[in-house]
């Protein structure tokens, strides 16, 4: 078993490749200095090479807000990159577990999001991945699409470390309280995603933290659990005005998960306290 990560040096592919270290997998970290995931000759010939039993898939262009003003940039890596590896895991025949988002939906349901629900995406990332998840399931049988939801850890940018270097300047922060998800903690998800790949249960999973919370509950719960006095003024996402249109309710439904017999992730707030003691902040 072989497994190549894409994505290596961000966020979650960092943990992937800690986790896979940690079980003595065979593993291979790339990142775009190793091929440029929207080369496609440079990304078969690279895969084809190394010829992995399984790929996850973490490369992405993640900027939701700039993407409204690069959209080709946004597809090229999001859509056409991930049907590159797409097509190199089936010259392979290798399992390909793919990363997706909560932003595939528009946030007009009432309850929670099940994996099969329909997709309707309010941005031109959440339209990427929508399309990259299309690609997948036409290309390929042995794929897992996993969504997952406002990630944390301790590669890369996130809410958390925003949230934290913002609080060093200002007293009161706004933050929006009409956006409904689950943070995630990329320590947490890694060992699952690791799970999963070594799985033969494929199909669309929903994968993230317990709990739901708005950003501006997840903020109170930052500067509560690092003991930080910054206030968070609650505004709606209309009156922060982002670029990006972002689903209002991003509640994943994790049922299929645990029926195909994987285990639950720890609640968010949790997560995050082992985040915070990581980062040596002092927590609650
Ligand atoms: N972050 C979230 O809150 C969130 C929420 C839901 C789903 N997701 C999904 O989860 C996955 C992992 O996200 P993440 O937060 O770990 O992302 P990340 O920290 O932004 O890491 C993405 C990695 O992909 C690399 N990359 C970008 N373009 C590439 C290209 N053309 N070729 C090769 N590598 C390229 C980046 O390299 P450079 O830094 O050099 O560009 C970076 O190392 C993504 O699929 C994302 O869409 C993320």
Not at 20 to 49: Q, Y
Not at 211 to 225: K, L, P, Q, V
Request: hydrophobic fraction near 35%; charge should be neutral.
């Amino acid at each position: 078993m072989k497994i190549l990560v894409t994505g290596a040096k961000g966020q979650l592919g960092y943990d992937v490749i800690k986790e896979l270290n940690k079980r003595k997998i065979e593993c291979l970290g790339v990142d775009k200095e190793d091929f440029d995931i929207t080369d496609k000759t440079a990304t078969m010939s690279f895969i084809e090479l190394y010829r992995p039993s399984s790929v996850i898939h973490c490369a992405a262009y993640n900027f939701v807000d700039r993407a409204e003003d690069e959209p080709e940039l946004c597809f090229r890596v999001n859509t056409s990159g991930t049907i590159n590896v797409a097509e190199a895991c089936k010259s392979c025949n290798a399992k390909m577990l793919h990363i997706s988002t909560d932003y595939v939906f528009d946030g007009k349901k009432e309850g929670l999001y099940e994996p099969d629900d329909t997709v309707n995406p309010l941005s031109v990332y959440g339209i990427s991945k929508a399309k990259s998840e299309q690609g997948v399931q036409d290309i390929l049988e042995k794929y897992f699409i996993i969504r997952t939801s406002w990630l944390f850890g301790t590669a890369g940018q996130n809410f958390v470390k925003k949230m934290l270097m913002l609080s060093k300047n200002n007293k009161m922060l706004n933050v929006v309280y009409d956006q409904v998800g689950s943070p995630t903690y990329t320590a947490d998800l890694a060992p699952l995603l690791v799970d999963i790949a070594l799985s033969e249960k494929y199909g669309i999973y929903h994968a993230t933290n317990e709990g739901f919370c708005s950003w501006a509950d997840f903020a109170e719960a930052i500067f509560n659990f690092a003991n930080i006095r910054c206030d968070v003024r609650r505004i709606s996402g209309t009156e922060y005005q982002a670029k990006a249109v972002r689903p209002k309710n991003c509640r994943l439904s994790k049922s299929k998960l645990l029926k195909a017999g994987f285990d639950n992730l720890p609640p968010w707030e949790e997560a995050l306290k082992r985040f915070l003691q990581s980062e040596g902040l002092c927590v609650k």
